[in-house]
């Protein structure tokens, strides 16, 4: 009984560390959101400076920047990162795939400004975490965007999916991945849950508990935002596009 409430007082511990930084999240994300969209006069002279040198936002930099990354697209030197902290799961994740992120591709990854790098943060359970094995699968055979897309273009409104061994591979086989058995071994290899934990523990570290979250060059977006939100920040901070 004593292992047993020890237990207990850790998960309680962890899940209000969880809701903490959560919460420290949301508050520098609603504080960036409104200094974003507040009055250019405020800024005075300063706001010329500032947007010719940005600088890194409260969160950090957390920005990978790997060359011939297949979880990312758009230049390594690209002058503005966007991580996404995504789950395959999650309707909101989809809605952005499908609404917000070709946008974004046409606007400022194709112009060279913007590069956007894939986490994954798999919430929802076990089949989640398969789906997230099922991506690198797909990353493996230079697929993974193709994945992404034909995955979220199904997912529904609202709830979550169900994502199993034989759906997963109908969405690689959409998506144009050459080799579907090796697919299927791949997706069933636990070796890349190494990596997965690392994107968690990077998502956990900076307190982003929830899907879909992004970081701009530092600055946190939580939630499908509407596409100026992003926009805005992807401006503010360097990738305005000539």
């Known amino acids: 009984m004593a292992s047993s409430g020890k237990l207990f007082g850790a998960r309680r511990d962890m899940w209000l560390l969880g809701v903490l930084g959560a919460a420290a999240l949301l508050l520098a994300g609603l504080l960036i959101f409104d200094r974003v969209q ?37 230049s390594v030197d690209a ?18 795939s499908r609404d917000t992120e070709p946008e974004l591709v046409d606007k400022y990854v194709d112009a060279g400004v ?44 609202r709830g979550h999916p169900n994502l199993d061994a034989a ?27 190494a990596d997965i934990a690392g994107d968690v523990l990077e998502a956990n570290m900076i307190g982003v508990s929830s899907t879909p979250s992004f970081v701009i060059d530092g600055y946190p977006i939580l939630g499908a935002q509407p596409l100026a939100v992003f926009e805005q920040l992807i401006e503010k901070t360097g990738g305005r596009v000539q």
């Open 114 to 157: 913007l590069r956007i790098e894939w986490r994954d943060l798999p919430i929802f359970g076990e089949e989640s975490m398969v789906a997230a094995r099922a991506g690198r699968a797909a990353a493996a055979q230079g697929k993974f965007w193709e994945f992404n897309s034909a995955l979220y273009a199904a997912s529904p409104d």
């Open 38 to 74: 507040g009055d250019d006069e405020v800024a005075g002279a300063s706001a010329t400076s500032a947007e010719t040198e940005p600088g890194i936002g409260p969160v950090g930099d957390v920005a990978r920047r790997v060359d011939g990354d297949p979880l990312a697209r758009g």
């Open 167 to 193: 759906a997963l591979r109908g969405f690689a086989e959409k998506a144009g991945v050459p080799d579907l058995a090796r697919f299927e071994r791949d997706a069933a290899d636990a070796a890349v849950d």
């Open 79 to 96: 002058p503005v990162v966007l991580v996404e902290y995504s789950d395959y799961r999650c309707p909101f994740c989809a809605k952005f």
